[in-house]
């Protein structure tokens, strides 16, 4: 079974610029997230969607940070325009479901530097 | 307050220990709890998850859980230097998962 997919694997950019990654769940996960993991810290949850609707984004900043999930497969997740704190690895994951037994796997993500 | 607080590390024990990961949580909606691993430069993986009290056993990882106290736990017995890794403790609340900052564990061989 194919895992989650990502890409770009690494991203330099300045800071001001856009940037966008993409994310493709395991086949038949209703469920995707994006989180942002900082040097040091755990991830943390940004976005969640349940097939192509919007579960949660209380943690996403709405000013800079979108992200789409259409036909409930794939998704973006944009960042204009980025700042330096922007610097992360942002994972991306899926799981079958949202219940609460439900295991959420992680794609390798991808390491953007804001310069 | 962080939701999900673990035990500060760097820990490092010498191969064959038990090593002892710890984990309190704040909010008492949360109804599971994972267990990650993450190599350094790598993505989490999943070692175990526990949802009632009391320990829950996979080969050489044993979790604890202890809801009264909001307290999670992760043994890891007969250590080996594959071991080294950062351990990630998470809840999940209203399918919203929250980890903490993660304890590096180092096994000497």
């Known amino acids: 079974e194919a895992g989650v997919a990502q890409s770009p694997r690494y991203k330099i950019i300045e800071k001001r610029q856009s940037v966008a990654f993409w994310c493709n769940p395991i086949?038949?996960?209703?469920?995707l997230y994006w989180y942002q993991q900082i040097l040091g810290q755990g991830p943390k949850l940004l976005i969640q969607?349940?097939?192509?609707?919007?579960?949660?984004d209380s943690q996403l900043p709405k000013d800079r940070f979108s992200a789409e999930r259409l036909k409930g497969v794939d998704s973006t997740l944009k960042i204009q325009p980025a700042k330096l704190e922007d610097s992360a690895v942002y994972l991306c994951?899926?799981?079958?479901?949202?219940?609460?037994?439900?295991?959420?796997?992680f794609g390798p993500g991808t390491r953007l530097l804001v310069l | 307050q962080k939701e999900v607080e673990q035990n500060s590390g760097p820990l490092s024990v010498p191969e064959g220990a038990i090593a002892s990961l710890n984990c309190t949580y704040s909010?008492?909606?949360?109804?599971?709890f994972f267990w990650y691993r993450q190599y350094s430069g790598k993505s989490p993986e999943l070692i175990m998850f526990?949802?009632?009290?009391g320990d829950k056993e996979d080969g050489r990882f044993t979790a604890q859980l202890n809801k009264a106290s909001q307290y999670v736990s992760l043994l890891i017995r007969d250590s080996q230097p594959s071991d080294s890794a950062t351990y990630l403790c998470?809840?999940?609340?209203?399918?919203?998962?929250?980890f903490g900052a993660g304890t590096t564990v180092t096994v000497r061989a």
């Open positions: 994951a899926s799981s079958f479901t949202q219940g609460f037994r439900e295991t959420q796997y």
């Open positions: 086949s038949g996960h209703a469920t």
């Open positions: 969607f349940q097939n192509n609707g919007v579960v949660d």
């Open positions: 909010d008492r909606g949360s109804q599971s």
């Open positions: 526990i949802y009632s009290n």
């Open positions: 998470a809840g999940l609340n209203d399918y919203k998962l929250s």
